[in-house]
T-cell receptor
């Protein structure tokens, strides 16, 4: 079946501009995560959505970052007034929580959006 | 806060040899430990996982061990092949509340033919 999709795959923007990154999770997955991966680095947790619960925003690095999830499906990560240090790959993942079958915690990742801020 | 340390950052082995990657975690409430493989230009993909009530799990050439007392867990790849070359991430999750996952910094594995 279809996996997690992200768009755009690549984004080049100028410093100070706003950008929106989109994530389409696997159908039926109620949990959705955003991570940031800087060049050659690990995955930095940004935000986690679970059903209708309040999202865990503890990883957002500043108030320039925000995310929403509409209708429990598609999510958008917005970065306002982008800075050069925002350049990274932004990964989205979804998981089938609450448990239905299999491993409820397994996160299925999209291919990422490569953001370059000039 | 929660932290996962992963070593080594880079590992180079000869084809056919074994590779071992080690991780330690700080949150004693962590009870689920997945390992992900990330190939160039792709998102990470789960390769094996282990829960806190299990000490060892094996799937063909890969195995994971967990020492809850020491808060250590390790990935073992035997009979390595060139296609095993990738970045490997360990992670720790406390799934009793939310599913926030803390990832290690990654290990870049090179398998030389």
């Amino acid at each position: 079946g279809a996996g997690v999709s992200q768009s755009p795959s690549n984004k080049v923007t100028e410093k100070g501009k706003d950008v929106e990154l989109r994530c389409d999770p696997i159908s039926g997955h109620t949990a959705l995560y955003w991570y940031r991966q800087s060049l050659g680095q690990g995955l930095e947790f940004l935000i986690y959505f679970q059903g209708n619960s309040a999202p865990d925003k503890s990883g957002l690095p500043s108030d320039r970052f925000s995310a929403e999830r509409t209708g429990g499906s598609v999510s958008t990560l917005t970065i306002q007034r982008t800075q050069q240090e925002d350049s990274a790959v932004y990964l989205c993942a979804s998981s089938p929580y609450p448990p239905s079958s299999g491993s409820r915690e397994t996160q299925y990742f999209g291919p990422g959006t490569r953001l370059l801020v000039l | 806060g929660e932290n996962v340390e992963q070593h080594p950052s880079t590992l180079s082995v000869q084809e056919g040899d074994s590779a071992v990657i080690k991780c330690t975690y700080s949150d004693s409430a962590s009870n689920y430990f997945p390992w992900y493989k990330q190939e160039l230009g792709k998102g990470p993909q789960l390769i094996i996982d282990i829960r806190s009530n299990v000490g060892e799990k094996k799937d063909q050439r890969i195995a994971v061990t967990l020492n809850k007392t020491a808060k250590h867990f390790s990935l073992h790849i035997t009979e390595t092949q060139p296609e095993d070359s990738a970045v490997y991430f360990c992670a720790a999750t406390d799934n009793t509340g939310g599913f926030k996952t803390i990832f290690g910094a990654g290990t870049r594995l090179f398998v030389k033919a």
